[in-house]
């Protein structure tokens, strides 16, 4: 992952003539923290987990970023993935900067009681680098609304008062926002119909494949399915479903929350990663894990639209070759958009201590969404570039700007 965001990062610094000090600053992460967690297992063994936190930029506001619990993380990931929360809040125009964090862990092996001692004794080891106006943290991959609660109340204890800003993504009856668990999702559908109105096409006549049925991929199923879009394809980790007329979203992804997989569902055809990602549709979005269009599978897409909604999508042989196709890419730095914007808007709803309804939430999202869309497509006309350089074009030129500003201090 690393490679692809450096290379555009520096294609987009080369175009802006980066000041060389801006570039050498703004292209590395501003602090990492390892930590070595040991935790009790119910067994009674002791068991030592490595965890990190990388913050990658303090110019725009304080950071925020997801924390990931995977067997096979590691650091560099979390570099990259620090740097794309960056300049997704810089393209959205959103008052953060980045980070990331994990630990190095196979939750689908643990208990509930395991991960939230996990999960507390992580919070207690970076205590002193995150805060409400330092570092906020969010849900990401195997983590979710409890482990957010969990790192809420370790905190809240150690400063001796609730503090709800500290995290986002949490449960709505411990300050979480109204339309946070389908962000990512509305955020998809946003940038859709704003592409397809560009582009000139109608959504009841766009068919759509989307890989990862949780809270990113089946979100903005249901979103498109509702709004008019033909679904027909979704799979997720234990394989998929297809139908060429359209699947009964509603009844696929039910199926999906009582099984806890898209297999066996007997109303469609089975289907595999491989087959949806070489599905002819008119949009294909790729919303589960990073490295899924590769250079030996880039070419056999048959989609018109790609609209990326995982950092790390399409590997940097992939995106070379995108960038040279007829495939109109949607970025995932504007693909996660909606994400990030959302948990914007829950800090700020704990911090004046008001919720806004839903509708209102989801209108604001709407707003910065198109307004980031058309800025991007303003960029890349202005330097006839694609929508993927476009992007990181404008988000490097944000956080310049403000590292400009505010000077270095030294």
């Known amino acids: 992952m690393t490679r692809v965001v450096s290379k555009y990062f520096n294609r ?17 992460p501003s602090r990492e923290l390892a930590v070595n967690l040991p935790v009790q297992l119910d067994s009674g063994e002791i068991h030592i987990f490595p965890g990190y936190r990388v913050q990658h930029h303090v110019a725009m506001g304080p950071m925020q970023g997801g924390l ?28 953060f900067g980045g980070s990331m964090g994990g630990i190095v862990c196979d939750p689908s092996t643990m208990s509930s009681q395991e991960l939230e001692r996990l999960t507390r004794r992580y919070v207690v080891e970076i205590l002193d680098i995150i805060g409400t106006e330092r570092d906020i943290l969010s849900p990401d991959f195997s983590t979710d609304q409890q482990v957010m609660a969990w790192i ?37 559908w946003c940038l859709l119909d704003a592409a397809l109105k560009h582009l000139g096409r109608q959504p009841t006549q ?27 394809a979704i ?20 199926y999906f929350t009582r099984t806890g997989s898209l297999a066996g569902y007997k109303e469609a055809d089975a289907l595999t990663d491989a087959e949806l990602l070489s599905l002819d549709c008119d949009v294909l979005v790729p919303a589960y894990l990073q490295n899924q269009i590769t250079a030996d599978n880039v070419k056999n897409l048959r989609c018109r639209i790609l609209c990326e909604a995982a ?10 070759v995108l960038d040279n196709s007829d495939i109109y890419v949607i970025p995932a730095i504007m693909g996660e958009s909606g994400g990030i914007i959302v948990r914007y808007f ?24 198109v307004a980031m869309y058309r800025n991007v497509v303003k960029v890349g006309e202005e330097h006839s570039v694609s929508l993927r350089e476009a992007s990181y074009i404008l988000g490097v030129q944000h956080m310049g700007r403000d590292l400009s500003l505010r000077g270095i201090y030294a």
């Open 12 to 28: 987009a610094a080369d175009i802006l003539n980066l000041d060389p000090n801006y570039r050498l600053i703004l292209g590395l």
């Open 68 to 95: 990931r619990y995977r067997p096979d993380l590691t650091l560099d990931d979390l570099r990259a993935l620090a740097l794309w929360a960056t300049l997704t809040a810089a393209v959205a125009d959103v008052p």
């Open 152 to 188: 809420m109340d370790t905190y809240s204890m150690h400063a001796r008062q609730t503090v709800t800003a500290i995290v986002t993504g949490k449960p709505l009856e411990l300050g979480g926002s109204h339309g946070s668990h389908e962000s990512i999702g509305y955020g998809v």
């Open 206 to 232: 766009t068919s759509v494949a989307i890989q990862g049925a949780g809270r990113r991929g089946g979100s903005a199923a249901v979103l498109l399915h509702e709004a008019g879009y033909n679904v027909i």
């Open 235 to 254: 799979t997720d980790s234990g394989g998929g479903v297809y139908r060429p007329d359209g699947l009964n979203i509603p009844d696929v992804l039910d």
């Open 311 to 320: 950092y790390g999508a399409s590997t940097s042989e992939a995106s070379e």
């Open 346 to 369: 829950e800090w700020v709803q704990n911090r004046i201590g008001f919720r806004w309804r839903r509708h209102i939430v989801l209108e604001r999202l709407r707003d910065r969404v």
